[in-house]
């Protein structure tokens, strides 16, 4: 009988103290809503690194007196600092909702659906056609009946020329939905809401999508024009808490085309060694490299997660197959992913990949290499300042005045389509991203637009 008052009783004092914190929580959120409005009148940036360092050590500071875990007292606080931003961030969109490739891409076919012509340098999809092995390789799959579920990780045969590609073993590859799905299962599976991941901007922006999507919060290593997009390691090294949990790498990177040397690819390696934190390398543009590249493989470490994708590499965006190259035991969280999400890649597509796997995609390299020198000559003419990209398939030049999101719609509607710099980055709305996935006439027409629209700006 006393044990059941007493049970009751600490009960009771847990549903007090619950209660507090949920008024407390209420009441924080409410001084995050004002901060926020004054944040919006006085033009600042959501995201204070100082401030959340400050907080990070007092926090840390009280753990240490009460003897609470560090890293569970971080993690309850990046909670509350995710739905702070959240809420700062929705009443700042309130003033205009960003603006990514995408939505540009689905504005533009929506135009297109009304019967007018737009030039695509948006997207990242190459005009130019698959092997014709994939396709003939498509139509045998339903002649042979090779269209059932397979292995969540991807057909026995895939698998194996992908390991041979890649020179690792079989049960250290999955393939995956495009590079998308890689990325999405990689930090899906391996973080936890209240951890965090270091992305280098500018950047895709799934990245921080899928953190979003499990309440991780993404820390931002910005770069600059100025320093040619190269990351400052030491910033990245001090950004490293014990709540950090993964390093994202994006090389040659979508939108600047940047490439890092080798020695800081070691330094970034030897960072993530150190702090045991997982390393995402994303090298979907790995063939677009027009200078050498070291792809994390290379390096061994059993925390690191390679993602490419046929997308690029054979122009089968559509096809959507890609894959991802792990130690086995991650691997094995990727598939748990996968399995739950989608069960398997299609297996006609996997046969279509594997047939295209024999092909040579240099002609496609070739081919963007010179529409990149292209398009670069001509932002030269239009005086316009950015780096010359080392690989991928874009050009981000800095726009001489004002705002990206006025131009791409000013653009948009004389029937031209490019990124707003914005979408990969919330600081680089003075950039866009141009595309070099059409024909050297067709880009030619949609710079000269460009280029009028700026001159009647200025």
């Not at 890609?322 to 297996?347: F, H, M, N």
């Amino acid at each position: 009988m006393g044990n059941n008052v007493e049970l009751e009783s600490l009960r009771r004092q847990v549903r007090d103290v619950t209660a507090q914190i949920m008024r407390n929580v209420h009441q924080r959120m409410e001084l995050a809503k004002q901060i926020g409005e004054i944040k919006n009148r006085l033009g600042i940036d959501v995201k204070d690194e100082k401030v959340e360092h400050d907080i990070s050590a007092m926090v840390l500071s009280l753990a240490d007196q009460i003897g609470m875990d560090r890293d569970f007292a971080l993690q309850l606080l990046n909670v509350l600092l995710s739905e702070s931003e959240e809420v700062q961030a929705q009443r700042r969109q309130k003033r205009g909702l960003k603006q990514t490739h995408m939505g540009i891409f689905l504005k533009a076919k929506k135009i297109e659906a009304l019967g007018k012509k737009i030039i695509h340098m948006e997207v990242g999809e190459p005009d130019y056609a698959p092997p014709a092995s994939a396709g003939n390789s498509l139509a045998n799959s339903f002649k042979l009946m090779q269209y059932h579920y397979t292995d969540t990780r991807g057909t026995p045969r895939l698998r194996d020329a992908l390991a041979k590609k890649e020179h690792v073993y079989e049960d250290q590859v999955i393939v995956t939905p495009g590079g998308r799905f890689a990325v999405f299962s990689a930090i899906t599976s391996l973080l936890k809401a209240g951890q965090e991941l270091i992305v280098i901007e500018p950047a895709w922006p799934a990245y921080k999508e899928c953190a979003d999507f499990v309440g991780a919060r993404t820390k931002l290593l910005r770069t600059t024009i100025e320093s040619n997009w190269t990351p400052d390691l030491k910033q990245l090294e001090e950004m490293v808490n014990p709540c950090t949990k993964m390093i994202v790498l994006n090389y040659p990177n979508n939108p600047t085309g940047k490439v890092l040397n080798g020695k800081a690819i070691d330094r970034i390696v030897s960072i993530a060694k150190d702090h045991d934190l997982y390393l995402l390398s994303d090298e979907v543009y790995a063939d677009y490299a027009f200078k050498n590249f070291a792809g994390i493989n290379e390096y061994g470490y059993d925390r690191s997660i390679m993602v490419s994708s046929f997308s690029k590499r054979y122009a089968m965006t559509g096809f959507r197959v890609g894959y991802a190259v792990a130690a086995k035991k991650i691997i094995a969280e990727l598939a748990r992913v996968q399995a739950v999400g989608i069960t398997s890649v299609a297996e006609p597509m996997q046969h279509a990949a594997l047939a295209a796997l024999a092909e040579d995609p240099s002609e496609n390299v070739r081919t963007i290499k010179k529409r990149l020198d292209f398009i670069c000559s001509k932002l030269k003419e239009m005086s316009l300042r950015f780096v010359q990209p080392d690989g991928a398939m874009y050009v981000y030049p800095k726009l001489p005045r004002g705002e990206d999101i006025p131009l791409v719609e000013k653009l948009l509607e004389k029937g031209v389509a490019i990124a707003p710099g914005s979408g990969f980055g919330d600081c680089y709305w003075q950039f866009v991203r141009i595309s070099a996935c059409q024909p050297e006439k067709t880009l030619e027409k949609g710079l000269d637009v460009m280029a009028s629209v700026i001159k009647e700006q200025a």
